[in-house]
Each structure stands twice: as structure tokens, then as C-alpha cells.
């Protein structure tokens, strides 16, 4: 990719090779590209980069591209802090995932309790006890983040 580069500054949005080539029609560009074939005519080389990972209260943002060299720059990113509204919708959306994590594991144990369950009474409690733990999850201090799941019985 490339991108245009004004007093030594990037401008605009990166270009793919083939919009580069439409740009100079009658330019027989050699391959693998020259530095000179592209910085002559007031373009760099462009490199899309993945974002960094971001913490559990932060977001990652695209900023202005960064200069590696003098002809290769790559796409810049930002990491800043959530907002509170942010971060209370964050722990809502998790809170809501965590809450269908449980009730799919409470739904896949519902044949425990049934009356013609082939589960012996001792395994029934066992099980009826994991069903409780499951209900409590969400009065864990780490919900919905920092979950224990509790073990289903054997």
C-alpha cells in the first residue's frame, strides 16, 4: 500500500498498488518496488498494522499514521482510557454474556431434576447443589469479569 505525502507529512487515506498504478498510466513501475519509484512521485510505502490489544477499561483508536523510515510509514493507533458511561456499558454487555454462559450450563442440567432423571437422590442433590452455585454466580465479587465456574459433579 501507499499513502501521499505532503511536506513530509502524510495526507489522505492509503492507496492500494492498483489505484497507485492508475495514478501514473504511463509509468512502468519495477518490481519489487524501488523507494525512488514512489517517494519521486510524492508518495511512501504503507503498512497496515493490527491493533494492540486493549485492557479490559481501555479502547483502541486509529491515529495518524507513524513514520518506521524515510519511505515506509504504518498505521498508527491510540489506547485511551474508557469513559464512565463506556465502562458501565462495557460491564453490562459482560454481565449480560456471563448471565447466558449460566443459564446455557442450567439449561444442559435440567434432566438432573426430573422425576425420571436416572440419577440416584445423592447424585440429584449433587447436582441440585451445582444448579444453586450456577444461580450464584452473578454475587460473586469478580462478576462479570472474574468468574469460578462451579464443577459439575462426577
Known amino acids: 500500500m501507499f499513502i501521499q505525502i505532503e511536506a513530509g507529512n502524510p495526507v489522505g487515506s492509503p492507496i492500494n498498488e492498483h489505484q497507485f498504478r492508475s495514478l501514473f498510466p504511463n509509468v512502468s513501475f519495477q518490481r519489487p518496488w524501488v523507494s525512488d519509484d514512489v517517494v519521486s512521485r510524492g508518495y511512501a510505502f504503507?503498512?497496515?498494522v493490527r491493533s494492540p490489544?486493549?485492557?479490559?477499561y481501555e479502547v483502541v483508536e486509529e491515529s495518524t499514521p507513524v513514520q518506521v523510515d524515510s519511505d515506509l510509514w504504518e498505521k498508527g493507533w491510540s489506547i485511551r482510557s474508557m469513559t464512565e458511561s463506556e465502562v458501565a456499558s462495557s460491564d453490562a454487555y459482560q454481565a449480560d454474556v456471563s448471565?447466558?454462559?449460566r443459564n446455557a450450563r442450567l439449561t444442559s442440567s435440567d434432566w438432573t431434576q426430573f422425576n425420571d432423571s436416572p440419577l440416584s437422590e445423592n447424585d440429584k442433590n449433587a447436582w441440585a447443589q451445582h444448579r444453586t452455585e450456577l444461580r450464584n454466580v452473578p454475587e460473586q465479587s469478580g462478576f462479570p469479569w472474574d468468574i469460578v465456574w462451579p464443577e459439575e459433579p462426577v
Open 46 to 48: 504503507f503498512q497496515d
Open 99 to 101: 448471565r447466558l454462559q
Open 53 to 56: 490489544e486493549p485492557g479490559r
